[in-house]
Nanobody, 121 residues
Framework: VQLQASGGGLVQAGDSLRLSCTDS????????MAWFRQAPGKEQEFVAS??????VRIYTDAVKGRFTISRDRSTMYLQMNSLNSEDTAVYYC?????????????????WGQGTLVTVSS
């Protein structure tokens, strides 16, 4: 499994970004996937997950209504709207060992390298 995250960048508060996570070997079709993030000086935290069929999505409260997770056969996305400074972090994509996502890091075995999102106020 090779996960490649991309799409990060420097934006202003209120702007939007879309992150992508590509599984180059297309081995994730039966697994849930998720986004986590780590802000400077903080622990890594769960952001959102999506089930293998894309029908069950879980979000952390801080992003509900602003972020949307989606996927197709080879790529997972995170559409981020109304960004604010608290969204500044390195965003990591991950593949679960299960078909349905969770907030637990231990459920995710494979991780991408991270993409930096910086939101200026």
């Amino acid at each position: 499994v090779q996960l490649q995250a991309s799409g990060g960048g420097l934006v202003q508060a209120g702007d939007s970004l879309r992150l992508s996570c590509t599984d180059s070997r297309r081995t994730s079709s039966n697994n849930a996937m998720a986004w986590f993030r780590q802000a400077p000086g903080k622990e890594q935290e769960f952001v959102a997950s999506i089930s293998w069929r894309g029908d069950v999505r879980i979000y952390t409260d801080a992003v509900k209504g602003r972020f949307t997770i989606s996927r197709d056969r080879s790529t997972m996305y995170l559409q981020m709207n109304s960004l604010n400074s608290e969204d500044t972090a390195v965003y990591y994509c991950a593949r679960s060992i299960k078909s349905y996502g969770s907030r637990l890091k231990e459920d995710y075995r494979y991780w991408g390298q991270g993409t930096l999102v910086t939101v200026s106020s």
